[in-house]
């Protein structure tokens, strides 16, 4: 089944533990990406990455990291949380190589960070 | 700066009825990608329908239409004979294909009444 994988699905943290959110797809898409959801915002970009070794920055990346090793990897990094960065972050994935480039989303990783 | 506004927080709509939700963009860029998600009370984002700034005709998928006016920079979905089931949080969203960044709007909240 073609899909996004993300974990951990729910996580409740304290301020500056480090923590990593791991996403996975199984469908060969080259472009991947992260986003977090807050109520009133909508959905917000915090990067993106085209390709393997090729990440950039969307709108709201400060506080996050992440990285491209694997192509279909793109684990979302939080150095030293904060609460601010509770959320329910969002992975997703597309096919650039022809279509509408449409997103395919993990089912969502929701973070308390106390 | 490009940008997506979708001016209603929540909207209802009688069960069989037809409903309008509204979407304007700004973008400076003469190619971009233009995408509607919705998102269950279960949390998962699943995208609808897609329309292409060159496309010349309204993109159409079941009871999804998406009525883009391109001099109103305006990208409304409109869903027919509404069901119990379209109850859920709609997002449109950009993509430019320029710097693949995505941008979606604040979301509107969809009520079907029976």
């Known amino acids: 089944e073609a899909q996004v994988t993300q974990n951990p699905r729910y996580l409740i943290t304290v301020t500056g533990k480090k923590l990593t959110v791991t996403c996975s797809q199984n469908?060969?898409?080259?472009?991947m990406s992260w986003y977090r959801q807050d109520p009133g915002l909508g959905l917000r970009q915090i990067y993106y990455?085209?390709?393997?070794?090729?990440?950039d920055k969307g709108d709201v990346p400060e506080g996050y990291k992440v990285s491209r090793k694997e192509k279909r990897n793109f684990p979302l990094i939080l150095e030293s949380p904060s609460p601010n960065q509770t959320s329910l972050y969002f992975c997703a994935s597309s096919d650039d190589r022809g279509g509408t480039g449409e997103l395919f989303f993990g089912e969502g990783s929701r973070l308390t960070v106390l | 700066a490009q940008k997506i506004t979708q001016t209603q927080p929540g909207m209802f709509v009688q069960e069989k009825e037809a409903v309008t939700l509204d979407c304007t963009y700004d973008t400076s860029d003469p190619s971009y990608g233009l995408f509607w998600y919705k998102q269950p009370s279960s949390g998962e984002m699943i995208f609808l329908i897609y329309q292409g700034s060159y496309d010349q005709q309204n993109a159409t998928e079941g009871r999804y239409s998406l009525n883009f006016q391109k001099a109103r920079k305006s990208a409304n979905l409109v869903i027919s004979a509404s069901q119990l089931g379209d109850s859920a949080m709609y997002f449109c969203?950009?993509?430019?294909?320029?710097?693949?960044?995505?941008?979606f709007g604040t979301g509107t909240r969809l009520k079907v009444l029976a």
């Open positions: 969203a950009m993509r430019e294909p320029r710097t693949y960044k995505y941008i």
């Open positions: 990455s085209m390709n393997v070794e090729v990440t």
């Open positions: 469908m060969n898409h080259e472009y």
